[in-house]
């Protein structure tokens, strides 16, 4: 019975469930939590987060290519995190183990953000989105006159109210 009920809240409640189930966001407070230590800080790295998902996903992006963008911020984040502590060993530690186990984190990091940003390239040229009538219109305007055989003539292409 309290599971039905469960579902019957969350079912009238959809905004609460998915910031719950934003895994990706939580992961990306618990780095920005260990990068931010005062307000300021956590509010403008909020801001750069988010313009950098806005940058990284463009416009209309796909589900997969969200996906990908949240995976990028995350990667970013620790490579950000690993520098910051290689950095923060300057001058208080002399060990050449802590420092190359420092540097080999940092390499980690750094793997991981280009592997996601591979990832999103190669996603999006798998995802070939036919260009939209307006690009086509452009395009062809800016070739000139239709030359080659069977091209047809752009009054077909464009629409019966455009002149060749």
């Given at each position: 019975m309290a599971l039905a009920e469960l579902r019957r809240l969350l079912d009238a409640h959809p905004d609460f469930w998915q910031e719950y189930a934003d895994l990706a966001g939580q992961v990306q407070r618990r780095w920005m939590a260990l990068l931010c230590e005062d307000v300021l800080r956590t509010e403008c790295l909020e801001r750069k987060l988010a313009d950098?998902?806005?940058?990284?996903?463009?416009?209309?992006?796909?589900?997969?290519?969200?996906?990908?963008?949240?995976r990028i911020v995350a990667c970013w984040l620790q490579v950000q995190y690993a520098d910051n502590a290689y950095l923060g060993l300057k001058g208080r530690c002399t060990s050449l183990?802590?420092?190359?186990?420092?540097?080999?984190?940092?390499?980690?990091?750094?793997?991981?953000?280009?592997?996601?940003?591979?990832?999103?390239?190669?996603?999006?040229?798998?995802?070939?989105?036919?260009?939209a009538p307006i690009e086509v219109a452009t395009r062809l305007t800016a070739e000139g006159p239709a030359s080659s055989p069977g091209r047809g003539?752009?009054?077909r292409i464009l629409g019966a109210g455009m002149e060749n």
């Amino acid at each position: 019975m309290a599971l039905a009920e469960l579902r019957r809240l969350l079912d009238a409640h959809p905004d609460f469930w998915q910031e719950y189930a934003d895994l990706a966001g939580q992961v990306q407070r618990r780095w920005m939590a260990l990068l931010c230590e005062d307000v300021l800080r956590t509010e403008c790295l909020e801001r750069k987060l988010a313009d950098l998902k806005a940058e990284v996903t463009g416009p209309s992006p796909s589900p997969l290519e969200r996906l990908l963008a949240e995976r990028i911020v995350a990667c970013w984040l620790q490579v950000q995190y690993a520098d910051n502590a290689y950095l923060g060993l300057k001058g208080r530690c002399t060990s050449l183990t802590v420092f190359a186990a420092a540097e080999r984190r940092m390499g980690q990091a750094q793997r991981r953000l280009l592997a996601a940003i591979k990832q999103l390239a190669l996603v999006r040229k798998l995802l070939v989105r036919p260009p939209a009538p307006i690009e086509v219109a452009t395009r062809l305007t800016a070739e000139g006159p239709a030359s080659s055989p069977g091209r047809g003539s752009r009054t077909r292409i464009l629409g019966a109210g455009m002149e060749n």
